[in-house]
Nanobody, 123 residues
């Protein structure tokens, strides 16, 4: 079993940056591909980015491509989401999740989820 805990959310101005972290428990972290999703009230979770087991392949939603970067450090059991050039429409609760297949852009394929961290971007 994998437990995931996100951190790093908060308030940023449009054009600014935030870095989210997701710390995983357990010794099987490197056997999972990882993803980031986001959700706003009244809508389903939206795929943001995914990274494979070794970290040498990444996949992004068109809405964040060129602005967000996903990375991982298997020695630290942590996955990151660097968010630059933030826009008000990036405001959401951000979730990290673990999955056995890559790339997985739908929530149904993910096995484990964190509790989420709020990101708010002001204009």
């Amino acid at each position: 079993q994998v437990q995931l805990v996100e951190s790093g959310g908060g308030l940023a101005q449009a054009g600014g940056s935030l870095r989210l972290s997701c710390a995983a428990s357990g010794r099987t972290f490197s056997s999972y591909a990882m993803g980031w999703f986001r959700q706003v009230p009244g809508k389903g979770r939206e795929f943001v980015a995914a990274i494979n087991w070794s970290g040498d392949s990444t996949h992004y939603a068109d809405s964040v491509k060129g602005r967000f970067t996903i990375s991982r450090d298997n020695a630290k059991n942590t996955v990151y989401l660097q968010m630059n050039s933030l826009k008000p429409e990036d405001t959401a609760v951000y979730y990290c999740a673990a999955v056995r297949v890559y790339p997985a852009v739908h929530t149904a394929g993910y096995d484990y989820w964190g509790q989420g961290t709020q990101v708010t971007v002001s204009s």
